[in-house]
Nanobody, 131 residues
Framework: QVRLQESGGGTVQAGGSLRLSCTGT????????MAWFRQGAGRGREAVAA????????YYADSVLGRFLVSRDNIRSTVYLQMDNLKPEDSGVYYC????????????????????????WGQGAQVTVSS
């Protein structure tokens, strides 16, 4: 059974840092793009970051560029999201996602941050940033 499990959420003051982890099981982790999305209170789902199969291509939403870093460890079947200089507007539930299809090249930022490209989702991790 394909499954994604997030961990590492919590509450932090503005300017602080958190690191989210997401471990995939039940499939060959190294063959799929992985991404992070978030949903804040009263807002729709928003793409945050994505990473290609071997980590050679990384994509970020403008709102987190320079503050967040996505990485992956294919040996551990885990994708990470390092979040620094957090702001209250970063608060929300963060979801990791696995691509619908196997693809090893460069999707480009527009496709890589499109929710429809992903078909497997984790249960979400709450991130709260207080001002």
């Amino acid at each position: 059974q394909v499954r994604l499990q997030e961990s590492g959420g919590g509450t932090v003051q503005a300017g602080g840092s958190l690191r989210l982890s997401c471990t995939g099981t039940g499939y060959d982790f190294s063959r799929y793009y992985m991404a992070w999305f978030r949903q804040g209170a009263g807002r729709g789902r928003e793409a945050v970051a994505a990473i290609a199969t071997q980590g050679g291509y990384k994509y970020y939403a403008d709102s987190v560029l320079g503050r967040f870093l996505v990485s992956r460890d294919n040996i551990r079947s885990t994708v990470y999201l390092q979040m620094d200089n957090l702001k209250p507007e970063d608060s929300g539930v963060y979801y990791c996602a696995r691509a619908r299809d196997v693809y090893g090249g460069d999707w480009g930022v527009q496709l890589a941050l499109t929710g429809a490209k992903y078909s497997v989702w984790g249960q979400g991790a709450q991130v709260t940033v207080s001002s």
